[in-house]
């Protein structure tokens, strides 16, 4: 079972890059690493998703270290639509050891 | 629009009575899930199924039970509701078999049981 680590929180604002990292430590071989992103009274969408090095979305950058122990969402110029809960989620082979974890809550302020 | 619908949207229970929340998919995914939401605590999952016919259990699978009769559908049962129960409940849908395959969540239903 992979587990997950985030920070609870970050505060940013408008214009200005952020990074959100995710600990993965005992990741598992076939495990891809995928990123959602929930508003208030919304369900979770998917932002990003990725297996190694670095991948780059219209929304997004997912960069990912050889060791895969860990990853870094990184979110461009961010704006205050982005204030949101951000879930890092390491996928494994059966379904019943998805786990989304508490996530980490981005403020993004004027 | 293609999507996950959830019913209801909202619903005030007495404790002791059964509930059915009601879940449907267009997209013909064969993987489907059911989370709970609490604050503090993240989305935990339920239960799921990989295709029509088949569930499995997820992290907190007690009080709750679902079936899987078509593809488009599936409901979560809760017996007798108890107040431990009140929470956001997200259906969610993916098209493939593995874990990590992309999913998609309706915009869910949230239940205060009394």
């Known amino acids: 079972l992979a587990k997950t680590t985030q920070p609870i929180s970050m505060d940013s604002y408008e214009g200005q890059e952020v990074n959100i990292t995710c600990s993965h430590n005992n990741i598992a071989t076939n495990d891809y690493i995928t990123w959602y992103q929930q508003f208030p009274s919304q369900g979770p969408r998917f932002i990003i998703q990725?297996?190694?090095t670095k991948v780059t979305n219209e929304v997004a950058s997912l960069f990912i270290p050889a060791d895969r122990k860990s990853s870094t969402l990184s979110l461009p110029r961010v704006s205050l639509s982005d204030t949101a809960v951000y879930y890092c989620l390491v996928g494994s082979s059966g379904f019943q050891k998805l786990v989304f974890g508490t996530g980490t809550r981005l403020l993004v302020s004027p | 629009i293609a999507g996950i619908t959830q019913a209801p949207t909202s619903q005030i229970l007495a404790a002791g009575r059964r509930m059915t929340l009601r879940c449907t998919q267009d997209?013909?995914?064969?993987?489907m899930y059911w989370y709970r939401q609490d604050l503090g605590l993240g989305l935990r999952l339920i239960h799921y199924?990989?295709?029509?016919?088949?569930?499995g259990k997820g992290e907190v699978p007690d009080g709750y039970s679902v079936s899987r009769a078509n593809t488009d559908d599936f409901p979560l049962t809760l017996a007798s509701a108890v107040p431990s129960q009140t929470s956001v409940y997200f259906c969610?849908?993916?098209?493939?078999?593995?874990?990590?395959?992309?999913?998609?969540f309706g915009p869910g239903t949230r239940l205060t049981v009394l």
């Open positions: 990725g297996y190694k």
């Open positions: 997209m013909r995914h064969n993987a």
């Open positions: 199924s990989n295709t029509a016919g088949t569930t």
């Open positions: 969610a849908s993916s098209e493939g078999l593995r874990g990590a395959d992309t999913q998609y």
